[in-house]
């Protein structure tokens, strides 16, 4: 801690300095009481900000993970109201995306956010086209196509066509 011939070998160095010795005293006793008070206020502070067992410990591997409850808001400790309400009605599925059992996909673009709204991002599934697997098709005939195409024009016989060479 800072004593008296801390504070009194400080002034004789801002007097060396011509430094007012009464500002060099304010700006220490500004330091100390500002440092008391951070770490008080530090010590009252909600007992997650240091003092519990670290999350994700060796004896605990469920704790790494927060529950869904814990995350539902924003604001640390806080859940808002339609969200509280949501989490009570969708009940074990909130902030679960839809599982689809067909044979289309038809759930690639949901994502959830914090809160547990559901967003759908538009990824069209094959379900629009004829037949499925048709796409892939076309675009496997296609390469094919394009590959036939340059080994024509990279053909070892030449087939230049006409003109000077």
Known sequence: MINLTTITAVTEAAEASHFPVSATVVLITGFIAAATLGSIAWFRTDPRAGWKKQQGSAEDPQASQPSKADSAGYDR?????????????????????????????????????????????????????????????EAQALEEERAREVAEVNSAEGNKGPGVI
Do not use: C, W
Not at 93 to 115: A, I, L, M, N, W
């Open 77 to 137: 400790g806080i859940i808002p109201a339609e969200t509280a309400a949501r989490q009570k009605r969708e009940g074990s599925h909130f902030k679960e995306t839809p599982q689809s059992g067909s044979y289309s996909d038809t759930t690639s673009g949901y994502t959830v956010d914090r809160e547990g709204l559901m967003n759908n991002y538009p990824i069209e599934p094959e379900m629009y086209v004829n037949e499925p697997g048709d796409l892939k098709e």
